[in-house]
């Protein structure tokens, strides 16, 4: 079953002076447990595809359903990580994660082991009862995505959640993201500039052009992760390494460039060798 389906979707925005077409003729699903990871150059239209998941912005063409149902608004069912993390200045770290489980009414006891569990996970273990501005920017962020954790919506959909990270926290926090994926899968759309974070985690990755954002190619990544077993490598880096992981980074690299057209398939992309 599709969880996530844009269909036909345009988007045009009014500005002065006319018409801006943003989005022409988006197709695409994201399955359940699915984790699909959209990339492409600033402006191309990301950030308003996951809007318009979200319930938080609407198609002026075609439709986006969830769950087989046309999204017309924000609900429980789906959680938003923003590039910005928008916490609760007035409430601690653990209210913070704590707040979605109260609105859906989860009881107190159930709650507080589910806010431990997320405070140990995400290694904020001694700022539980701090207040977000007493933590770093990445501290905060890894507290906006415990709090969507936490909910265990059935979609996830996360906007550059790492982006504003220390490059080592980074990685710690893609690795916790391919745990987490492996244990307990979601489905998942994952906007990210980094074509190393795109590969290393979704299992397929849509490349986007821009003026208007449109779909370039719809790489499989999970078929190779599978055969080439990236899952043995406990450490990102060493996943990064592998012929396999090169090759479709390069790929993608190229299809940004426009080097590649999106006819090509990744299987003869491999056996050929061109990266
Ligand atoms: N509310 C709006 N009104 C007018 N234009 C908008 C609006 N929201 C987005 N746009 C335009 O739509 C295009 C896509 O914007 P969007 O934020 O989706 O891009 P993006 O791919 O997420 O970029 P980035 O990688 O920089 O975050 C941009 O040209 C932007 O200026
Ligand atoms: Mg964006």
Known sequence: MSEIRFEGVERRFHRPGGNFLALENICFEVAEREFVALVGPSGCGKTTLLRMAAGLDFPTGGRVLVGNREVRGPGPDRAVVFQQFALFPWKTIRQNIGFGLKCKGTPLTQRREIIEHYVTLMGLQGHGDAYPHQLSGGMQQRVAIARSYALEPDVLLMDEPFGALDAQTRVLMQEELVRLARDNPRTVLFIT?????????????????????????????????????????????????????VHLRSRIWRLLRGLESSGETVGRAMETGVG
Do not use: N
């Open 193 to 245: 500039h980094s074509v190393d974070e795109a590969v290393y985690l979704a299992d397929r990755v849509i490349v986007m052009t821009p003026r208007p954002g449109r779909i370039s190619a719809i790489i499989d990544i999970g078929l190779v992760r599978r055969t080439e077993r990236w899952i043995d490598c406990e450490h990102i880096e060493e996943v990064m390494a592998q012929k396999s992981f």
